[in-house]
């Protein structure tokens, strides 16, 4: 899974740097890289970017004051995505979550950010065990967003416009 992780982050990066659509970058990273994407990687790049406003309301309410979203390193803002996406939308434990980005974190970001990343998500994964004691059992609750806007979409491939929060 730490690979489906890292292909999912290459290619969420890749499509937030050049705006391009979810499923260019995924086209163009599979290209480049002559990997097969598994699968779990497919659906965390999809999840992320369809769950986008969710996860940033997530992540900016987990943030110290002062701190903006769009200040954080590129790479972090998408461990964290993904991390966030795998709390609350996908069912992975909160510490495999958090413990699988920092791990990525420890090996393409900088010195500080395996323990900022730690701090912020464990602040979400409390957020998220919160909601989940008070949330209806599984199938009576909708968590589902809103469908994105034409700002958000282009045909078929969703274009990546990440660093804002509505």
């Known amino acids: 899974m730490r ?7 290459d290619i969420l990066y890749s499509a937030e740097l050049t705006s391009m659509g979810v499923d260019s970058a ?35 309410s987990s943030l110290s004051t002062g701190w903006a979203i769009e200040r954080m390193p590129i790479v972090d803002r998408v461990l964290a995505r ?13 510490a ?3 413990s699988e980005a920092v791990s990525l974190a420890r090996e393409l970001s900088t010195d500080s ?7 912020v998500l464990s602040h979400v994964a409390t957020e998220v065990a919160d909601f989940s004691s008070v949330r209806p059992p599984s199938g009576d609750s909708d968590r589902s967003e809103p469908a994105p806007t034409n700002s958000e979409t282009t045909d078929n491939s969703t274009t990546v416009t990440m660093s804002t929060v509505s």
């Open 3 to 9: 690979k489906a992780r890292k292909y999912a982050l």
């Open 26 to 60: 995924m086209a163009t990273y599979a290209t480049m890289s002559s990997h097969e994407i598994p699968a779990y990687s497919r659906e965390l790049a999809h999840g992320v970017v369809a769950h986008l406003r969710q996860i940033d309301r997530e992540l900016e």
């Open 82 to 94: 993904i991390a966030i996406f795998e709390m609350t939308c996908a069912d992975v434990p909160p």
């Open 96 to 98: 495999v979550a958090i």
């Open 113 to 119: 950010s395996p323990s900022f990343l730690t701090g």
